[in-house]
């Protein structure tokens, strides 16, 4: 297809494109005559996937390539390209060194629910003790207090993950859904948590005068 | 305290501090004197809160200043304070019209698990359907159908969260909470979240060269 078709499918305007074929995102189509370049199905699922690691990912393009370049190093089997990729994704602002008691509070978090072998990834470990230390800041030690219920809910998404990407038998399909996965698995959850909110503090905090009609109520 | 002590004891320059007095963000400080103006406690708290919200949860300045604005109504019951600044705090960018399908997925989610409250706010379940398009468009179809795993997970985390509010009695303790909570409680999740998946996954796809050494395979 030409550009201006791959424009409409993907909703990704032409001069963007064009930044991202110079900016070796994507790679450029093939040259069919003169004046003339030739898009194809590989290039609507690569724009797809950049779309969404900057849109709901809000990844900048620099990340964006660090990541994909990562991924399509053939050289990695599964296993170690997971993990490069998934690292690259961390944070993207630099994690200052946290304070002792708040690395301590994510590494003892990390054991409790045997997370061993994330235990010698201090940078990764270090995002979570960045959190720690903020909701620490922000006098939150009551939701720190209840880390466990959180872990436990993230153990269950990460298996029903990992359950995911098993079941895929390519292994640039693989990578291409865990970086997905990654990204929209964190908004997918946030909005569900956002839900559950909704009815979880309805029940809890509802107006007084509203309250007569407690049947619901649980 | 003087604007100098108050940068030094949270991190924010004293440039941004007057940006954010000049904007309605942070009340100023008492004039005590002549060119001297003093700050308190109540800065301190503000200002960690406000930076907590545009770096862990990068939100834009003015959506800042809508969410505290919208805290601080004091004609607000509890229960309504938190669906307004709830609302507000929803993803900033517009979503879309969702396509039928995908919103008619996201009710059946919401439904399934017990979310009867939320189901009259359209808006907040388009933030989710809006999630699903992007998982459907991607091919990531299967990630929907473990959407489940997903609801039982934020379920279990909402009820905390809302645990943890209810055990506190002042109103305006309650919203910046659950404002806090909102933000960083996505964050505490994901971090988690991603050291689970170093467990699992590297569990499941560790290179056959490593894969010897089962016994702590579980």
């Keep these: 297809m030409r550009i201006g078709e791959l424009s409409v499918r993907t909703g990704v305007p032409v001069a963007t494109i064009k930044y991202y074929v110079r900016e070796g995102i994507l790679a450029g189509g093939e040259r ?3 004046n003339q370049v030739s898009y194809g199905e590989e290039h609507v699922r690569r724009l797809r996937l950049v779309r969404a690691l900057v849109e709901t990912g809000s990844l900048p393009i620099a990340k964006v390539r660090e990541i994909l370049d990562k991924a399509s190093d053939p050289e990695r089997d599964v296993d170690s390209a997971l993990g490069v990729v998934s690292r690259a994704m961390d944070k993207t602002r630099e994690v200052a060194e946290p304070a002792r008691d708040d690395l301590a509070e994510a590494y003892a978090i990390a054991e409790r629910h045997g997370w061993k072998r994330a235990l010698p990834q201090r940078e990764r470990v270090k995002v ?7 909701l ?3 006098g939150m030690d009551e939701l720190i207090e209840r880390a466990d219920d959180y872990a436990r809910a993230a153990q269950m998404v990460a298996e029903t993950d990992i359950e995911m990407l098993s079941a895929q038998s390519d292994r640039d399909e693989i990578l291409e859904s865990m970086i997905i996965g990654t990204v929209l698995g964190d908004a997918f959850f946030s909005a569900m948590r956002r839900l559950a909110h909704i009815e979880v503090s309805g029940r809890r ?4 005068r509203e ?7 649980e």
Tied chains: 1, 2.
């Design 32 to 34: 069919t005559g003169y």
């Design 128 to 134: 979570l003790a960045d959190v720690i230390g903020t």
């Design 136 to 138: 620490r800041l922000l």
């Design 205 to 208: 905090f509802k107006a007084p």
């Design 211 to 217: 309250a007569r009609d407690d049947t619901d109520r």
